[in-house]
């Protein structure tokens, strides 16, 4: 049984900064490329950060130069550092790993306050 389980979210006042991690398990997580999207109330699911299997990154404009996507294939694991955190980035942040077939977590909530 394939699982992505995301943690970190919460609440932060802007300025600030959370780590999110998503930890895979029935998987071979280091053929997959995996990446977060983020979702907020009325809008879509959007792509904030993704990387692939050979580590090449890239990132929704409105997040370059404060996420930082990063993976530890030894642990299963694909994190998100957001640093300098708006009220624009408040949404449910969901994991996904992609290969042959496509999983998702069940998403974290962060929230910054303004």
């Known amino acids: 049984q394939v699982q992505l389980v995301e943690s970190g979210g919460g609440l932060v006042q802007a300025g600030g900064s959370l780590k999110l991690s998503c930890v895979a398990s029935?998987?071979?997580?280091?053929?997959?490329?995996v990446g977060w999207y983020r979702q907020s109330p009325g809008k879509g699911r959007e792509l904030v950060a993704r990387?692939?299997?050979?580590?090449?990154?890239n990132y929704a404009d409105s997040v370059k130069g404060r996420f930082t996507i990063s993976r530890d294939n030894a642990k299963n694991t694909v994190y998100l550092q957001m640093n300098s955190l708006t009220f624009e980035d408040t949404a449910v942040y969901y994991c996904?790993?992609?290969?042959?077939?496509?999983?998702w977590g069940q998403g974290t909530q962060v929230t910054v306050s303004s």
């Open positions: 029935g998987i071979l997580f280091n053929i997959y490329s």
């Open positions: 996904n790993a992609f290969s042959t077939y496509e999983y």
């Open positions: 990387m692939s299997r050979i580590g090449s990154t």
